[in-house]
């Protein structure tokens, strides 16, 4: 606001200055051609108005150049007037077409001197507006300086008009730099002064009466234009009712002026009512204040004419707003429309971003099974980490990220900061809202597999009470939809053997047991002393089943499949701990048998292994004593074989410690054999189980690095089956003929050539003493592979 108020000061100060400089040109043009024509009845400081109105008829400027220029204006259109009278400016105007030919004479001989012309019209009193007189201004002066010039030299100078201003030429010269208007105003104090000093002479008096009678018809002027000039020459005269007249005129004129506030027509008013009959020259005369008085008038007229001018600079700078705001306007539509494309372009990027996310999970879903496939060819054990929904929501979360591409991170709750993160990779996270078709659809094909001849084996490990049981089997008396790996994967191996029915008959039996106390029990049968104790052979017995002894039930609906399910589940050790209420006490393994057959008489054998594992667990924390406790100990010592046997694969060991554990025993040829193995991960997400579930990712972890090498199909085509059977009868045959001569007899196999290895278990009498063939690579531990192999 305050730099508003100093720009708007410096404004009316410049508009003040330049008033001041053309009023002074004015009034040097009045001066000179006072000098050339005699007295123009004009003030002193003529305002624009009269200086206008006095030179309308043209006379004054027609007798002005002919004074310089004989008959340059050969023809002056007259007005009648007494040879006494002055070329006043209040003279009674010319009809409209007379003075406009004086103007006009006069214009055209200007030309002729090549002076500075104007326009004739703006003697017209309609196009009077502030700043009229200028070039009329102009062209006085082009006339007194062209005078100067011929009077210098005598000659016929050319016109070389000085435009500077008068302010500058003062200051140039060395003169008072001062306004005209000061100047004037100490013209005005050295009057009085004299005044004061010598009673003044006629000639002073009359020169008195004159400007304030001047001063008065100003103002009138100023109102009502053309005022009678012989009604002034009466009041000159002293004629009583011609003043009464006057005094009429100047008490309305006076109540205009008023509204300017202007205090000395006041004071003259209330003069000429009070002493009507007193002469104009009296009081004028009898004092030197009156004077001061009229000079004030002539001072305010010209600050109005200022304020005109002021207004006139305002209305310029409305202008150039208005055009500013017209500019800023279009500047803001210009924004506007940049701002819709920016908007549009930004649409696009977003789309583009959207399209590149997109394609980001995409390729996230290539990578994963591309890299799945690199895990099947090398072998490596798969693993899947599921995560437990919290039992309470109140419990504080250790996992922190769970990637789409299978990184996993959990956070320490001890050290909240970055040191407390740990980061784990996996082929797959399930977080705690995965459904049982989400974590079977990923299970799948795999499980697929095994009915095109592939051994497969699927295990649940974790910490007590991180769902196990709910992944393998689901809830305790869950729905169908609830229904764990176990039953869907039944479900879905009938559902392959349905569709594939007319090129493959495929047979499908199921075994269930359990290891409890390191003890095999067999969970399908009704005859409980023979759920103990099955002999676990490493290398399979002649049915091709490494628990030879367990009940086995030939399967053709999933419906049977439940009923073995919940028979199996009924007889396994479960018992409730502080961890858990329905805590499974031992490894129970439900494997499948898939015997399939072609139509060519090509034949495939493989087994699912589906292994839900006692949990691990803290003693301390699972509260157990007595018989708890050894069931747990038993659990964690198990646990820990299975451990040792995923390190020493993991490092690939030479010695693999299979037989530390009958759980390891079991899942020997799973774990180090030719299965596709999968094994899932289960964590518990809160805080005070932070310990088990790291120590149960850090396991997880090893196991994946662990290659088994690419698993192995078991199939027999027609032709090996043929020549097979053809070995068989050939060696019967020669062991009938020539026992002794066997050995020379090679048999003729596509397959490679097998070893011979010694079957060491040492509790089958019948296999010990014998050999078996076995076309794996053995370790140490893997004496020989399957039968079907
Ligand atoms: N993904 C899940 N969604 C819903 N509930 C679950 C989930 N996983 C586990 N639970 C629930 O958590 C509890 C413990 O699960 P579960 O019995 O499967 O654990 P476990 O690992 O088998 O334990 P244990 O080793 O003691 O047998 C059960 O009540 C189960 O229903």
């Known amino acids: 606001m305050e730099v508003i108020a100093s720009r708007a000061g410096d404004d009316l100060n410049l508009a003040s200055r330049k008033a001041q400089e053309a009023a002074f040109r004015r009034f040097q043009a009045t001066d000179w051609l006072e000098s050339i024509v005699g007295p123009l009845g004009l003030p002193n400081q003529p305002s624009e108005k009269q200086f206008i109105s006095c030179l309308r008829n043209g006379l004054i400027l027609c007798h002005a150049i002919n004074e310089i220029e004989p008959g340059s204006v050969p023809k002056v259109v007259e007005i009648t007037r007494f040879p006494s009278q002055s070329f006043t400016w209040d003279s009674q105007p010319l009809p409209a077409y007379q003075f406009f030919e004086n103007v006009r004479n006069f214009l055209k001989a200007v030309e002729g001197l090549k002076l500075p ?13 502030a700043g009229s007189s200028a070039k009329i201004v102009d062209c006085v002066l082009g006339l007194k300086e062209y005078n100067d010039r011929k009077q210098k030299k005598k000659g016929n100078g050319s016109f070389k008009h000085d435009f500077r201003s008068p302010l500058i030429m003062q200051h140039s010269n060395g003169r008072d730099p001062r306004p005209a208007m000061c100047l004037n105003y100490n013209k005005q104090v050295d009057l009085s002064a004299n005044l004061e000093k010598q009673p003044p002479s006629q000639n ?45 005129m100047i008490s309305s004129t006076l109540e205009e002026q008023l509204q300017y506030k202007s205090p000395m027509l006041n004071t003259i008013s209330k003069d000429l009512s009070t002493d009507g009959s007193g002469s104009v020259t009296s009081s004028a005369t009898s004092s030197s204040p009156d004077l001061s008085t009229i000079e004030n008038v002539k001072y305010h007229q010209a600050r109005d004419c200022n304020h005109l001018q002021v207004v006139q600079v305002q209305e310029e700078k409305l202008l150039s707003l208005k055009g500013l ?77 769970i990637g789409e591409d299978g990184s996993l991170v959990v956070l320490d709750p001890l050290k909240p900061n970055k040191d407390g993160k740990k980061l784990f990779q996996f082929n797959r996270i399930f977080g705690p809202t995965a459904t049982q078709e989400e974590v079977f659809a990923d299970t799948q094909p795999l499980i697929r597999s095994v009915m095109d001849g592939y051994n497969v084996c699927i295990f649940a490990y974790g910490q007590t009470g991180s769902g196990k049981t709910h992944t393998m089997c689901g809830p305790t008396g869950a729905s169908r939809k609830e229904m764990g790996i176990n039953y869907l994967a039944l479900n879905d191996l009938f559902d392959l053997s349905n569709r594939r029915k007319d090129v493959l008959k495929y047979e499908i039996f199921v075994q269930m047991v359990e290891i409890y106390n390191e003890q095999v029990r067999d969970l399908l049968t009704g005859d409980s002393a023979s759920t103990s104790k099955l002999e676990i052979r490493s290398c399979t017995s002649e049915n091709g089943l490494s628990l030879p002894d367990a009940t086995i039930h030939s399967v053709k609906s999933t ?129 005070d189980s932070f310990g088990e579930t790291v120590s149960t990712l850090k396991f997880a972890q090893r196991a994946s690095t662990v290659e088994l090498g690419a698993a192995r199909l078991n199939k027999e085509s027609r032709e090996v089956m043929d020549l097979k059977e053809q070995i068989e009868s050939l060696k019967k045959q020669l062991g009938e003929k020539e026992p002794q001569s066997v050995n020379k007899l090679e048999p003729r196999s596509p397959l490679p050539r097998p070893k011979a290895v010694s079957y060491n278990d040492g509790k089958n009498s019948q296999e010990s003493n014998g050999a078996k063939f076995c076309f794996e690579k053995p370790t140490s531990e893997t004496p020989c592979a399957t039968e079907n192999t």
């Open 117 to 129: 012309v104007f326009e004739a019209s703006v003697f017209e009193r309609d196009n009077m507006v």
């Open 325 to 401: 705001l017209s500019n800023t306007k279009a500047e803001f539509a210009d924004l506007k429309s940049q701002f819709r494309n920016d908007l549009k372009q930004m649409e696009s990027q977003i789309e583009e971003l959207c399209n590149a996310a997109q394609g980001y999970h995409k390729v996230v879903q290539e990578n994963r099974s591309l890299y799945n496939m690199v895990q099947d060819l090398k072998g490596n054990i798969r693993v899947y980490c599921r995560i437990r929904p919290p039992f309470r929501s109140d419990t504080k979360n250790v996992i922190d990220f």
């Open 204 to 248: 002073d008096t009359q020169k008195l009466e004159d400007l304030i009678v001047k001063a008065l018809a100003e103002c009138m002027i100023d109102s009502k234009e053309n005022l009678d000039g012989n009604l002034l020459s009466s009041v000159r005269n002293g004629n009583s009712d011609s003043l009464k007249l006057l005094s009429k």
């Open 559 to 687: 419906a049977d499949v439940l009923n073995l399910m919940r028979s199996g589940q009924v007889n396994r050790a479960v018992s409730s701990t502080a961890l858990n209420n329905q805590s499974s006490r031992s490894h129970s393994i439900l494997t499948v048998h898939v015997h399939g057959k072609d139509v060519n008489g090509g034949t495939t054998r493989s087994c699912l292994h589906l292994v839900d594992l006692a949990g691990s667990e803290r003693v301390d924390k699972s509260e157990v004593t007595g018989e708890g406790l050894k069931e747990a100990q038993y659990i964690n010592k198990s646990l820990s074989c299975l451990g040792d046997v995923i390190t020493a694969l993991s490092q690939k060991n030479s010695y693999i410690p299979y037989r530390n554990s009958k759980l390891t025993l079991l899942l020997q040829n799973s774990l180090g054999g030719n299965a596709k193995t999968l094994m899932f991960a289960h964590v518990s997400p809160e805080s």
